[in-house]
């Protein structure tokens, strides 16, 4: 590579863990043969990527960073180079993105599976699934299906582009080669699902909504999908604008109006905002307890769903989406309620890792015994794993008997959602070393990595316009780390080198 200067860069900061690291299960991320200088050039140049490509996120140190765009960016957490991923099971996962997408608007359509929530005739989902490759059974296995606000399309895109360009610039000296990084086409079609939404509305004039926390330092990614969405995707790009509120200023301002037209038999329920028909509302918050602080915003939702207007997602998404529903679909004969085709069924059940509600005795007796075989989850967006194993008998015990006999979660004294947890099998992702780069200093570690597959699903009535996988983000976060993911401040974004 040419050396161009010598630029001040972050230095490869050795773990003091690293003494006796474990051999090296992943040759792709064998650089400790690398020459020092060639692994500070690749450090160097892809933070300047990354900063040149809106690979970026606001800083959490920078006070106005989630509110002000362009004020405090800093490049997003990445991995310096991609996980190896084999092939067959990439292949797999995006097997089954459309047979996911079916399923969720099956679950979605049945009131009484979902207790009462119906839907309008289009339809739009955009989901990630994501993944686990477990060491011990050699199953890829679910960890959970995103239905609302899933991140990281626009910056998952990046990665790769970030990983391809450093492959083609030093693949001759690691022996690796960058036609290997799958291509990534999440964010673009993930905008042509929001656009073809909008044209399938039909009505020029209206516009696409983006409901977002009024802190947001993730905005960059909406952002590209949304500038994808105008202007990357043929639409009349006169007309279709994208506002962004927090569900608060949807309230607050009472812009947001219900205008009910037709007659007694065809009452048509526009949603306006601020005078202007909203044609697409997706959906970057609304998945949080808190993100209904008041009335206000349970108001604002309502509205939101008794309207016309596309949400992505509806409230039968996001409720086919949690994980209770997860649960319940991996009981026995479930599947087939709503899935006709054998294979597609048996493609689905053989990536269902064991998940169990608590009122399950038998299953809690077993949690009991063999705690570190076990998670729990919260129902709740967001909210990290316990590991059975990182409590004392006796706390493990008292946890798993409350939380079974419907008590409040002993943990925070919170309120009965907290309760509302799932017990599920863990999976142990193998490990690997990787180069973490976060704030401009790259950190060596074991890692473990998960992989999302995004997938579009677009339908007005019976016709299907969209059922695809569109693409995919790997995160990587160090294997010590029980908690969640990129926005958390545990993993990276990193995609894949398929062997
Ligand atoms: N800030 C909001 C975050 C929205 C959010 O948390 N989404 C969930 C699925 S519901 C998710 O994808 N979690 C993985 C993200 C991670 O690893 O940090 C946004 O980006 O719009
Ligand atoms: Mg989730």
Request: hydrophobic share 40%; proline share 4%; charged share 20%.
């Amino acid at each position: 590579p040419s050396k161009v200067g010598t630029l001040k860069c972050g230095k490869v900061r050795q773990m003091e863990s690293q003494e006796g690291v474990a051999a090296i299960t992943n040759p792709m991320r064998d650089l400790e043969t690398v020459d020092e200088d060639l692994v500070q050039q690749m450090v160097c140049d892809a933070l300047v990527w990354s900063s040149l490509h809106g690979l970026v996120v606001g800083d959490k140190n920078v006070q106005r960073s989630g509110r002000t765009p362009g004020v405090g960016m800093v490049h997003a957490p990445f991995a310096l180079l991609p996980l190896s991923f084999p092939e067959s099971y990439y292949s797999q996962a995006c097997e089954l993105a459309p047979i996911f997408n079916e399923l969720v608007d099956r679950v979605s359509l049945d009131g009484n599976f979902l207790q009462g929530f119906t839907d309008q005739d289009i339809r739009l989902g955009l989901h990630r699934s994501d993944y686990m490759l477990d060491e011990h059974t050699k199953l890829l296995l679910q960890i959970e299906l995103n239905t609302i606000s899933c991140s990281f399309p626009g910056l998952g895109t990046i990665v790769s582009e970030l990983h391809r360009s450093l492959l083609i610039h030093y693949g001759e000296h690691l022996g690796l080669d960058s036609k290997k990084i799958p291509g990534n086409s999440s964010v673009s079609r993930f905008a042509e699902a929001m656009a073809k939404a909008w044209t399938e509305y039909n009505n020029p004039r209206a516009v696409v909504m983006v409901v977002a926390q009024s802190e947001e330092r993730n905005m960059y990614d909406q952002h590209w999908l949304c500038s994808k969405a105008l202007y990357k995707v043929h639409i009349q790009l006169s007309f279709l604008s994208l506002i962004t509120h927090t569900m608060l200023q949807l309230f607050g301002k009472h812009w947001l109006k219900l205008i009910c037209k037709g007659n007694y038999f065809l009452m048509e329920h526009f949603l306006c905002i601020g005078g202007q028909a909203v044609s697409v509302v997706y959906f970057r918050a609304g998945y949080a307890p808190t993100d209904y602080p008041s009335e206000s915003e349970w108001r604002a939702r309502l509205l939101m769903e008794q309207s016309s207007a596309i949400k992505c997602p509806s409230i039968s998404y996001h409720l086919a989406g949690t994980k209770k529903i997860q649960q319940e679909l991996a009981k026995p004969n479930v599947l087939e309620r709503f899935l006709d085709n054998k294979e597609d069924i048996a493609k689905v059940r053989k990536c269902f890792a064991g998940l169990w509600s608590l009122d399950d005795s038998e299953i809690v007796g077993k949690a009991i015994e063999r705690p570190e075989l076990y998670v729990m989850k919260p129902q709740r967006e967001g909210g990290g794993p316990i590991f059975l194993i990182s409590l004392c008998h006796s706390f493990c015990c008292l946890q798993l008997y409350t939380l079974s006999t419907g008590g409040n979660n002993v943990f925070e004294q919170g309120s009965e959602e907290d309760a509302a947890y799932i017990l599920m099998q863990r999976i142990f992702p193998s490990e690997s070393l990787a180069y973490l780069m976060r704030d401009g200093v790259c950190h060596k570690d074991q890692a473990i990595s998960e992989l999302g597959i995004y997938g579009a699903y677009l339908r007005n009535k019976d016709k299907v316009i969209m059922n695809e996988q569109c693409g995919y983000l790997m995160r990587t976060k160090i294997s010590s780390s029980n908690e969640g993911g990129v926005a958390a401040g545990f993993a990276v974004l990193d995609s894949i080198y398929l062997t």
